[in-house]
């Protein structure tokens, strides 16, 4: 199947400061991207897509301001956490899919995101 | 909105054996993809098997089947002779073409040796 890879797959970061997490599909082009969040034992939760060349569209609940998302390519989209506090630290997932799969969705490796 | 249910939290299954793991959805399409994904404690999100609801028969891969019922809008997997390594969450997911994915609660499956 397709390949989605992202990175860092662990960050630490100090409190206030920013974060990027890039997610890259390696082998496909992806108009559209997805970002996820995901607390332990839990479902996924669907932050934001990433459309190529234009603003995200966020769910409900998050905040862009805080959760910036940047798809400039068709392979790369970028998270940017923003002034990070220790409630986000989290498990961030990226996912995409192309025509040619059929429209099935694969994800990224996932990122551990850590505020101290 | 569509909603995607797995009523099991958990299940557990003896080496060997076979267990089926249920979901329910809800949409007024007829046109829509289903999938099951697993997550292993790496948390990597691994797509175990997908179905197109324009197809009547049912999806197989290897040891995972699904048994889909549109008219009941339900989408149950089925893992025959289950190994140690088939232990982790697994997720069932609905989608319409060229939307987002809409997950279930999740199922977390432990196989016992």
């Known amino acids: 199947g397709a390949v989605v890879s992202q990175h860092p797959s662990w960050v630490i970061c100090k409190s206030g400061t920013s974060v990027k997490i890039e997610c890259r599909s390696l082998?496909?082009?992806?108009?559209?991207m997805f970002w996820y969040r995901q607390f332990p034992k839990q479902s996924l939760m669907l932050m934001a897509t990433s459309n190529e060349g234009s603003k995200a569209t966020y769910e409900q609940g998050v905040e862009k301001d805080k959760f910036l998302i940047n798809h400039a390519s068709l392979t790369l989209s970028t998270l940017t956490v923003t002034s990070a506090h220790p409630e986000d630290s989290s498990f961030y997932i990226c996912?995409?899919?192309?025509?040619?799969?059929?429209?099935?969705?694969?994800f990224g490796e996932g990122s551990w995101l850590t505020v101290v | 909105a569509q909603t995607v249910t797995q009523s099991q939290p958990e299940m557990s299954v003896q080496e060997a054996e076979t267990v089926t793991l249920s979901c329910t959805y809800d949409t007024s399409e007829s046109d829509y993809y289903l999938f099951w994904y697993k997550q292993p404690p790496s948390r990597q999100m691994i797509l175990v098997i997908r179905q197109e609801a324009y197809k009547q028969q049912n999806a197989t891969e290897n040891r995972f089947s699904v048994n889909f019922q549109k008219a009941a809008k339900s989408f149950s997997l089925k893992i025959s002779d289950s190994q140690l390594g088939d232990a982790a969450m697994y997720f069932c997911a609905y989608r319409r073409y060229g939307n987002k994915l809409v997950f279930g609660a999740g199922t977390i499956l432990r196989v016992k040796s």
């Open positions: 082998d496909f082009q992806a108009t559209t």
């Open positions: 996912s995409a899919g192309d025509s040619y799969s059929g429209n099935t969705i694969y």
